[in-house]
C-alpha cells in the first residue's frame, strides 16, 4: 500500500499562482510515476501532468508553459508549480501513484481544492 498526502490548495486570483505537494509513503518500487489529475464540477477526471522516477514528464495541453511539475524522489514527494492560473483552472486536484512491476498498482490522494476567481 501507497499513503499519499496533498497539500497546496486554496483560492487564487486569476493570474495568481499556486504550488500543490504530495508526499508518498509507503511499499513504493524504484520504478515508478507520480503525478496529478483534476476534476471540475460536472467533468470527467483529467490528467493534468506526469513524472516518471527517471524524470520524464509529460503535460496535458491546456498547462503546458504555466504548470511545472516535479518531484524530489529521496523525499517521494511531487509538485505541481501552477503559474498564470485560470479560472477554468478550478477544480478539486488529486495526486496519483503509480507502482511499476510486473503490474501497475494505483493509488489515489484525497484531493485538494484549487479556486481561480476572476
Known amino acids: 500500500q501507497v499513503q499519499l498526502v496533498e497539500s497546496g490548495g486554496g483560492l487564487v486570483q486569476a493570474g495568481g499562482s499556486l504550488r500543490l505537494s504530495c508526499a508518498a509513503s509507503?511499499?513504493?518500487?524504484?520504478?515508478?510515476?507520480m503525478g496529478w489529475y483534476r476534476q471540475a464540477p460536472g467533468k470527467q477526471r483529467e490528467l493534468v501532468a506526469g513524472i516518471t522516477s527517471g524524470g520524464s514528464t509529460n503535460y496535458a495541453d491546456f498547462v503546458k508553459g504555466r504548470f511545472t511539475i516535479s518531484r524530489d524522489n529521496a523525499k517521494n514527494t511531487v509538485y505541481l508549480q501552477m503559474n498564470s492560473l485560470k479560472p477554468e483552472d478550478t477544480a478539486v486536484y488529486y495526486c496519483n501513484f503509480q507502482n511499476r512491476g510486473q503490474w501497475v498498482w494505483n493509488y489515489w490522494g484525497q484531493g485538494t481544492q484549487v479556486t481561480v476567481s476572476s
Open positions: 509507503g511499499s513504493i518500487f524504484s520504478i515508478n510515476t
